[in-house]
């Protein structure tokens, strides 16, 4: 009879080996497993802009100027109805923001300072920024970011061209673009959630003019650069405009990754109009996808 030795190195070997095998078994199993079972995959891309359904922080900055009460009286009207599309677009997962605008003469003030509305605010929600060689401006948060908060938001928004006066601007251009640098770059509305959509809305029938009350090189430079602030802060921005063009368009919405723009707008038809470009903007987002096959 032949007689085959096994060495105790070769018996190792064998065992090593089967090890190995068997390792590899389990882990192709793993990835069976846990591989798409339908023929496509879809994998979200966390590069800007974020999906809609991850969440959604949305600041409204209204311009409250004397031209402004009708608008803002159609948007008081119909809020329910734009608060629904940001719940279904964000699948319940939002905070609101609301903001507002204003400018007056050095020496006189908005008739809203003495009103209730208005002083019983947290002093962080008022700025006035009075380096301007002839207005003061004036900037405020009526409701900061909250979770859920479509029911305070309301209240807040009830007062505005109500119990507190609507102010009355100066000249032509207004200064949002003050109110947006301080949104975008210094929380003023609150702090932004990360990997969500960040949405600034802005509502105005007038230019940005800076703190001088004049549209120019100048408020063109500082947009842009609002701009470049916006998509490094992943803040998406919607205007809505009554102007056929304006700097905010040409500088700001151009220049921002994903921004949209309403112009030439009926403000009697603001309401629907918000609705839609929300929608719109969310569809954009959604189709930030890789999808393999």
């Given at each position: 009879m032949k007689t085959i030795a096994i060495h105790k190195n070769d018996t190792a070997s064998i065992i090593n080996r089967k090890y190995i095998c068997i390792i590899l078994i389990c882990t192709l199993l793993g990835l069976t497993q846990n591989s798409c079972k339908k023929s496509t995959c879809t994998f979200e891309d966390n590069t800007y802009p974020p999906a809609c359904t991850k969440g959604m922080d949305v600041v409204f900055v209204?311009?409250?100027?004397?031209?402004?009460?009708?608008?803002?009286?159609?948007?008081?009207?119909?809020?329910?109805?734009?608060?629904?599309?940001?719940?279904?677009?964000?699948?319940?997962?939002?905070?609101?923001?609301l903001t507002i605008f204003d400018e007056a003469t050095k020496g006189g003030?908005?008739?809203?300072?003495?009103?209730?509305?208005?002083?019983?605010?947290?002093?962080?929600?008022k700025l006035v920024i009075t380096s301007g060689?002839?207005?003061?401006?004036?900037?405020?948060?009526?409701?900061?970011?909250?979770?859920?908060?479509?029911?305070?938001?309301?209240?807040?928004?009830?007062?505005?061209?109500?119990?507190?006066?609507?102010?009355?601007?100066?000249?032509?251009?207004?200064p949002g673009d003050l109110l947006l640098d301080k949104i975008i770059n210094s929380s003023?509305?609150?702090?932004?959630?990360?990997?969500?959509?960040?949405?600034?809305?802005v509502i105005t029938d007038a230019p940005a003019s800076g703190n001088d009350d004049n549209n120019n090189a100048a408020d063109d430079a500082f947009l842009t650069t609002l701009a470049t602030n916006a998509n490094t802060a992943g803040v998406q921005c919607i205007l809505i405009s009554t102007l056929a063009t304006s700097n905010y368009e040409t500088k700001l919405i151009d220049n921002n990754v994903g921004g949209l723009k309403l112009?030439?707008?009926?403000?009697?038809?603001?309401?629907?109009?918000?609705?839609?470009?929300?929608?719109?903007?969310?569809?954009?987002?959604?189709?930030?996808?890789?999808?393999?096959?």
């Open positions: 209204i311009d409250y100027t004397g031209s402004m009460g009708g608008a803002i009286d159609n948007i008081k009207n119909s809020i329910s109805n734009i608060v629904n599309t940001i719940v279904t677009k964000s699948a319940g997962d939002y905070r609101l923001a003030t908005p008739t809203y300072i003495g009103q209730t509305p208005y002083t019983s605010l947290p002093a962080a929600n060689p002839t207005t003061n401006q004036y900037l405020t948060t009526m409701e900061s970011f909250g979770y859920a908060n479509n029911s305070t938001f309301a209240t807040q928004l009830a007062k505005l061209n109500g119990p507190m006066s609507l102010g009355n601007g100066n000249g032509f251009p207004e003023f509305a609150g702090a932004w959630r990360p990997n969500i959509t960040k949405l600034v809305i112009m030439s707008a009926n403000f009697a038809n603001i309401a629907p109009d918000i609705s839609d470009m929300i929608n719109n903007l969310c569809e954009n987002n959604s189709q930030n996808k890789i999808v393999m096959k």
